[in-house]
């Protein structure tokens, strides 16, 4: 569903979020904390720069800035600079109908749960989130947290005896 420009656009962001306020990163040093190419991850920094995202600077401490604070950047802000806006009508159609057919009806309710769900998550929430503990102690690998700094997750008793993630 997310395509990987989208989720390093992520991960990139979540970095970018953990520095001081104003911090520039050059995408060179970002690409090497992420473990990504330093030429891809220019090309996602530049999809972030033109919607307004981040904030370019050049000089020797050039590099890119959130423009916004985290509680303000929703995850469908960022899917949508990196893949286009979600399409939601795959009618031919170009005048409403008072009889949709069934596709598009089906189509419409998706469009609105993605984009629903999207518009509720923000840079900020995914901040919050500690690492997740799996049994035992032992830490899952998650894709958003490489490279980033972890924070610890609070070990609770599922039902069952069973560690709960802390998702």
Known sequence: ML???SVSA???LLLLAQQEDGACLPPRKLAE????????LAKV????????ILEAAKGVKGGVRLVRRP???TLLAIVEACQGTIAGNYCR??????????FHKAATELHHAITGV???WTLADLLEQPVEMGERGMTITCLMAGGLNPRPAA???APGGLMQLGI
């Open 118 to 120: 999207l518009e509720r």
């Open 3 to 5: 395509g990987k420009t």
């Open 71 to 73: 509680q303000e950047i």
């Open 155 to 157: 070990r609770t008793a």
């Open 10 to 12: 992520i991960r990139t």
């Open 33 to 40: 904390r992420l473990g990504e190419s330093p030429t891809y």
């Open 93 to 102: 159609s170009t005048t409403p109908s008072l009889h949709e057919c069934s």
């Open 45 to 52: 920094a530049r999809h972030m720069v033109k919607h307004g």
